[in-house]
Nanobody, 124 residues
Framework: QVQLVESGGGLVQAGDSLRLSCAAS????????MGWFRQAPGKERDVVAA????????YYAASVKDRFTISRDYAKNTVYLQMNSLKPEDTAVYYC?????????????????WGQGTQVTVSS
């Protein structure tokens, strides 16, 4: 089992920045690929970014590329999502997730473990 706890969400204005954190506990953090997903009201849960277990590859949704950065700190068992130049359309509940291999890291259905989510609201 892997337990994931997100933090760092909040209410910001357009153009601001936020950094989300996801603290992992349980099984060896370094063995898992990690992803950030988001879900707006009435919409499906979509991938935002993902990082492989070794941290060598990262993936981003087209809508956040060049604005968001995913990273991981193995010493702290934490994955981060740095979000810059936030837009109102980034408003959603953000979830982190873990999966035990590096395949299909963009697919929500491939992830076994999920956090409870953190709300990000961007006002215009």
């Amino acid at each position: 089992q892997v337990q994931l706890v997100e933090s760092g969400g909040g209410l910001v204005q357009a153009g601001d920045s936020l950094r989300l954190s996801c603290a992992a506990s349980g099984r060896t953090f370094s063995n898992y690929a990690m992803g950030w997903f988001r879900q707006a009201p009435g919409k499906e849960r979509d991938v935002v970014a993902a990082i492989t277990w070794g941290g060598s590859r990262t993936y981003y949704a087209a809508s956040v590329k060049d604005r968001f950065t995913i990273s991981r700190d193995y010493a702290k068992n934490t994955v981060y999502l740095q979000m810059n130049s936030l837009k109102p359309e980034d408003t959603a509940v953000y979830y982190c997730a873990a999966k035990s291999d590096d395949s299909n890291v963009l697919l929500a259905g491939e992830y076994s473990y999920w956090g409870q989510g953190t709300q990000v609201t961007v006002s215009s």
